[in-house]
């Protein structure tokens, strides 16, 4: 048994993607983070997983129940929602759990099943312990210091708590230091393929590169030639 993490916001105007505005309006701004968090949950429906949570920070709508138990968010700072989370999917099943956010629509279900914690099929992972034993836990490194997914193998037998709460989030080293606290818990951690988030202009046009057909890539082209926003470079080599 194995469940997979949604965490997301509601797409508001002026309350998601702001560090797209400018050039983008508010409302701009979150079609393009309702299309990024389209994409996410149509690669969480396509992974073969017995649960999904979607755990959403507003109101949720009709069409995200499908395949998906929707709970909220709880108050606090991310390190603590994200520490809720693991503990509202340990609850369900204590098997393994992978949490992702709505910043990368480029994400894939051959990639999600590869990120589950105990994966037999490890082609998009290496491990950082430098053995084939399967790991407690897998970290995906954001391209800006984050990180993108985060799983346990088991997490009914963890201090959650313990391996997040404190750990400061949205800076540079967030996601080393996620790293630092898990090792330091004396958990073996795999390190899944490094992604590129969602956050400025540039990200978004690299990311719209990397999957141009998805929603998030018609989106974001429709509304960088309707209000002829430069590209960037693309997709790096």
Known sequence: MSTLIVIAKTPVPGRVKT???????????????????????RAARETDVEHRLL???????????????????????????????FAQAALRDP???????????QITPDLLRSCLPGAEDAEHTEDTEGTD?????????????GFWCLGFREPRGLDLEAHLVGVPMSTDHTGRDQLGRLRAAGLSVRL????????????ADHVAALVPESRFGVRFRDLRQRLDVPAGTGPRP
């Open 95 to 105: 098997g393994p759990v992978l949490l992702v956010g709505m910043d990368t629509p």
């Open 19 to 41: 560090r797209l505005t400018p050039p983008f309006t508010p409302q701009e701004a979150a079609a393009l983070a309702e299309a990024a968090l389209a994409d996410t949950l």
């Open 133 to 145: 034993a399967a790991a407690d836990a897998t970290l995906g490194p954001a391209d800006d210091g």
């Open 55 to 85: 755990v959403l920070d507003g109101v949720p709508r009709t069409a995200w129940h499908r395949d998906f138990t929707v709970v909220p968010q709880v108050p606090g700072t991310l390190d603590r929602r994200l520490a809720a989370a």
């Open 192 to 203: 899944a393929p490094t992604l590129r988030d969602v956050d400025t202009v540039e990200d």
